[in-house]
């Protein structure tokens, strides 16, 4: 079976094909068809099911490059496993944040999953391994409610323990030793805000972004509340944390239970949370797994090693 497909700009051919026809190529290997590029047409051959799948994959490649979306390799990959999973995701699922008009849409059901989940609970929980997402949509819901005014602030949080490092060892004042700790929640923000709007934010305190200890003795109205590496909170600390939501507000949790960096023997307090709270109505809670990763395709291939080392 053939069928053809006609382009909607000969101009922007090489960003839908890739460099070196790349996702041409990604499209034959992951579909098992054979793709044929003619000016603005392309001919696409094999079974009626994967020529399907091509003409539908091919379609959201253009969509995205037609929003003024750079298109990746693991952009392509994404479309093909949501294909595959049998009906296409929500598209009521997409975010609309500040930057350009950027929407940004789940890549995964468990993405899926986890926006539904923050916006129907006023507490959720977030726990998976790196790479799928729980930081950056957590963010992504907080800056399209503030755009749309439905809060009057933003939150974020972490605690500074990483890796056994204690803060009074690193160099700096106070400012200095905390950023790396909280450098992942800027990069997150820069990804959907104007820099300059975003420094206006902050130097308004629109948008806070500190160490878990300096939330204390606080309540939080009108603010989506972010505690990133939760996984690394003692269970005071974790009580404390939740113990801030004020009215009109929404709190989101999110870690890596398989990256703690406590001390041995101390157990989490955002573990001992999920296990207390997780049957409470208004309480959502959301597991992310290997499949729900993201980031380049190794760290998929990453995680599943490390996790069978574990269980030999």
Known sequence: METTIQLDSTDRQLELFGPGDKYLRILRQKLGVQITARQNKLTITGNEKDINKAVDVVEKMQKQIQKGRP?????????????????????????????????????????????????????????????????????????????????????????????????????????????????????????????????????????????LAFMRGRTLNEAVIICDEAQNTSALQMLMVLTRLGHGSKMIITGDITQIDLERGQKSGMVEAIETLRRIKGIGCVELNRTDIVRHKLVQKIVQAYKKKTKS
């Not at 005014?149 to 009074?168: D, H, N, T």
């Open 71 to 211: 298109l990746t390799g693991e952009d392509v990959d994404a479309f093909i496993r949501r294909r595959d999973s049998g009906r296409p995701l929500d598209s009521t699922g997409a975010i609309a944040v500040f930057s350009h008009g950027k929407v940004i849409e789940p890549s995964t059901r468990g993405q899926e999953k986890y926006i539904q989940t923050m916006t129907a609970n006023d507490l959720t929980f977030c726990i998976g391994p790196a790479g799928t997402g729980k930081t950056y949509l957590a963010v992504a819901i907080a800056v399209s409610m503030l755009k749309k005014r439905q809060i009057r602030r933003i939150v974020l949080a972490r605690p500074a323990v990483e890796a056994g490092e204690k803060l009074g060892f690193l160099p700096g004042d106070l400012q200095a030793k905390v950023n790396p700790y909280l450098r992942p929640l800027f990069d997150a923000l820069e990804d959907m805000m104007d820099f300059t709007q975003m420094k206006k934010f902050m130097e308004l305190d629109i948008i806070e972004i500190i160490p």
